[in-house]
């Protein structure tokens, strides 16, 4: 990856640079069976849209905060760098009341309403379907709304690298110092190199878990098979998994 990347955003654009066609993140919800798997530039682009609806549909600004009410999920991976695209505080599982805006996914939504800014939730359905007949009361359809925003992404203002960027597990981030960690974390979690592909079953409440699905691998030049509901699954399933997609490191 390149040296001079700063913030996730930034490793994002090296990835995509280097290499659009591989595979970053591979989803499993082994308590729907679903799998769905992005390339770079298929993340990237959803991360575009997502940026671009923060901007210009949300009005986000650097340092606003935004609390993701959100699972281990590939959306939330998106998410979160989205949100460094924009310079906006990702905070994960952070109180709704303190938030700008709110992102929120199933057995979340009643909590988000305690923000008072704009809200969208997200229906975490396979292929990441919206809501029938509609979105929870008080709430955007972030599925509807989407796919209408740009493929492409600029920020109306250069993202700090020193500002805040994450708050998990109550550790406030800079963009910088979550660059910094993931890179430092990677070859602990067997993240050697391109072509290292990590299978995590580690939730997103904390930095470990972060680390492991999202900001390690795309800090390494690896890719992260990200698994939800692992726990349900049968160990000869998970055997099967990890030589079906090359994984090289593990950790559950």
Same mark, same amino acid.
């Given at each position: 990856m390149n040296a001079t990347d700063r913030t996730p955003a930034d490793l994002l654009r090296s990835a995509l640079?280097?290499?659009?066609?591989?595979?970053?993140?591979?989803?499993?919800?082994?308590?729907?069976? *679903?799998r769905v798997e992005l390339s770079v530039a298929t993340f990237a682009n959803w991360v575009a849209k997502t940026a671009?609806?923060?901007?210009?549909?949300?009005?986000? *600004?650097?340092?606003?905060?935004?609390?993701?009410?959100?699972?281990?999920?590939?959306?939330t991976a998106v998410w979160l760098v989205a949100c460094s695209s924009v310079g906006v505080v990702a905070d994960v599982d952070g109180d709704p009341a303190r938030a700008d805006f709110v992102v929120a996914g199933p057995d979340r939504f009643e909590e988000g309403l305690a923000c008072r800014g704009e809200r969208y939730a997200l229906s975490l359905a396979p292929l990441g379907r919206r809501f029938v007949p509609g979105p929870p009361e008080g709430y955007a359809d972030y599925a509807v709304d989407v796919p209408t925003y740009g493929d492409r992404f600029a920020p109306y203002v250069p993202v700090d690298p020193e500002a805040p960027a994450l708050v998990v597990a109550g550790a406030e981030l800079t963009g910088a110092q979550v660059v910094e960690r993931a890179r430092g974390d990677a070859e602990g979690l067997g993240l050697t190199g391109p072509g290292a592909r990590l299978l995590s079953g580690v939730g997103f409440g904390t930095w470990e878990g972060l680390s492991a699905g999202l900001y390690g691998p795309l800090a390494s030049g690896g890719s992260v098979v990200l698994c939800r509901n692992l726990g349900v699954a049968e160990d000869s399933v998970v055997e099967r998994r990890v030589v079906a997609e090359r994984v090289t490191a593990t950790v559950r």
């Open positions: 640079a280097a290499d659009p066609a591989r595979p970053l993140v591979t989803f499993y919800d082994d308590a729907t069976g *679903e671009n609806l923060l901007q210009d549909g949300m009005s986000a *600004e650097p340092g606003d905060r935004v609390a993701l009410l959100l699972p281990a999920h590939w959306q």
